[in-house]
């Protein structure tokens, strides 16, 4: 079974600095990988996805992720972090055609003013 | 934009007692997931429905029953609740095929069992 690990459950950034989040996963199947983020007192969002091509992704508020198959890895940056990014950050990989997704236990990012 | 409704935000409910969580999603969705999230340990998958009357266990079943007679809805059954099921759950909706389609969560239905 695929399982995902999220390294740091609190991390915390002064406002300006690099944000970075970690995941690692586990498959023996070319994955699709996720990033969700989850503002207090509501459900999640998308925030990026990789399915194939560019290893890169970027996605909505100035988030990116980079995909290393070789390092099983799937890490969240953003440059400068800012206040309203304080939240939960979560890391899922697509179980396959049977569209689940699997979770890794999640990172709330606090940020300093 | 999809949109999946959870029919409350907070619930309190005692021991013991049958308890439905309703989820509606607008966006004819065939897949529909309930999942149970606790601190430090991410979401848990507890059912999931590929179409109309179907169902399958995910990786926490135990306890919870689901029914799905319409498309758009996806009902989340405590048989009898017990205080291990204080949780926050949250409901998602998914369009069919390929897995590399983002699911669509609701806001979430915090419940408390006492």
């Known amino acids: 079974a695929q399982s995902v690990t999220q390294l740091g459950s609190h991390v915390s950034v002064s406002e300006g600095a690099l944000v970075l989040l970690r995941c690692n996963y586990s498959s023996s199947v070319p994955p699709y990988l996720f990033w969700y983020v989850q503002y207090p007192n509501q459900g999640l969002q998308l925030l990026l996805k990789?399915?194939?091509?560019?290893?890169l992704v970027k996605g909505i508020n100035g988030f990116e992720a980079e995909f290393k198959k070789s390092e099983t890895s799937f890490h969240l940056t953003k440059p400068s972090a800012h206040m309203s990014d304080a939240a939960e950050y979560f890391c899922?990989?697509?179980?396959?055609?049977?569209?689940?997704?699997?979770f890794g236990a999640g990172t709330i990012l606090r940020v300093k003013s | 934009d999809v949109k999946v409704t959870q029919s409350s935000r907070y619930l309190v409910k005692r021991t013991g007692e049958k308890v439905f969580l309703e989820c509606v999603q607008d966006m004819d969705h065939e897949n529909m997931f309930w999942y149970r999230q606790d601190p430090g340990l991410g979401l848990r998958l507890i059912y999931f429905s590929y179409d109309v009357k179907m169902k399958e266990k995910g990786d926490i079943p135990e306890g919870y029953s689901v029914s799905r007679e319409k498309k758009e809805r996806f009902s989340l059954i405590l048989e009898s609740a017990s205080t291990n099921q204080t949780s926050m759950y949250l409901c998602a909706s998914m369009s069919s095929g390929n897995s590399n389609q983002p699911q669509h969560f609701g806001d979430g239905t915090r419940l408390s069992i006492l």
């Open positions: 899922a990989v697509s179980e396959g055609y049977g569209n689940k997704l699997v």
């Open positions: 990789y399915t194939t091509g560019a290893t």
